[in-house]
């Protein structure tokens, strides 16, 4: 728990509490107690009375890891001992961005003129399966977010924005991520080759209608997609912004 101590002094926003939400233990006995009371979890009516003890006696043997699980150059993995909001306690998993990262970037690219939508076929290692999605990546330490952009378009699709059009913040998982998201349009005069040793396949052009059209059958399942194209579309860079009062 030593590296997450010193993340507690050094990164307090992480470890800001709601008196009404989840709070986060700092009492050494009521996190070592976090940690039995997850470590017996599930085990309570196998095994009868044996079972059990049994159970009991390996949470005090061997309770669950907390604190920081993992630190890498992308994602820093925590597993926080809480108290729920009904006196529970126990352990809570987030996963965060490394501290002092910027946030990531996703572009909708709009190509020429016409403002074709740009969309490329990306294997992902998460699901095991191919997505049509557009153009995004993590943000680098102390670039600015047109910074971001230029270099995962320029990675991704070989293309050098011409005008980039903000779209908003997204947080893509509040039950577990804390990152934040900035998302773009892009106006790009041409697309290059993609980058292959990304697991990107090829990218093809389509109609903003087409898009839509694709996230409605479902062959477009990719949240920051589907957030990115949305928001294109309230914001009016398709041509006529969405209007709220259902007509």
């Known amino acids: 728990m030593n590296r997450y101590e010193a993340l507690r002094r050094d990164?307090?926003?992480?470890?800001?509490?709601?008196?009404?939400g989840v709070r986060i233990l700092t009492d050494p006995a009521l996190i070592r107690d976090a940690r039995r009371r997850a470590a017996t979890a599930g085990?309570?009516?196998?095994?009868?009375?044996?079972?059990a003890l049994r159970a009991r006696?390996?949470?005090?043997l061997r309770p669950v890891p907390a604190g920081v699980v993992s630190?890498?150059?992308?994602?820093?993995?925590?597993?926080?001992?809480?108290?729920?909001?009904?006196?529970?306690?126990?352990l809570y998993d987030r996963i965060l961005p490394p501290p002092g990262s910027s946030p990531g970037v996703v572009v909708l690219p709009l190509l020429g003129p016409e403002r074709k939508v740009v969309l490329i076929e990306h294997h992902r290692h998460a699901t095991r399966s191919r997505h049509w999605e557009v153009v995004r990546g993590f943000?680098?330490?102390?670039?600015?977010?047109?910074?971001?952009?230029?270099?995962?378009?320029?990675e991704e699709i070989a293309a050098?924005?011409?005008?980039?059009?903000?779209?908003?913040?997204?947080h893509p998982d509040t039950g577990?991520?804390?990152?934040?998201?900035?998302?773009y349009a892009a106006c790009v005069d041409a697309i290059g080759a993609v980058e292959k040793g990304e697991a990107i396949a090829r990218a093809i052009t389509v109609t903003p209608t087409e898009a839509e059209e694709m996230v409605a059958d479902g062959r477009i399942t990719d949240g920051f997609t589907i957030a990115a194209l949305y928001r294109a579309r309230l914001a009016g860079v398709f041509g006529t912004p969405a209007t709220g009062d259902g007509t």
């Open 176 to 183: 577990l991520l804390s990152h934040k998201v900035f998302l």
């Open 57 to 60: 006696l390996r949470a005090v």
């Open 139 to 154: 943000g680098d330490p102390g670039a600015t977010p047109t910074e971001n952009v230029t270099r995962e378009m320029r």
């Open 160 to 170: 050098t924005p011409a005008t980039v059009i903000p779209l908003g913040e997204l």
């Open 11 to 20: 990164v307090p926003e992480w470890f800001r509490d709601d008196p009404g």
């Open 43 to 51: 085990q309570r009516g196998h095994g009868g009375l044996f079972g």
């Open 71 to 90: 630190a890498g150059r992308y994602l820093w993995y925590l597993r926080d001992p809480v108290r729920f909001p009904d006196g529970r306690l126990g």
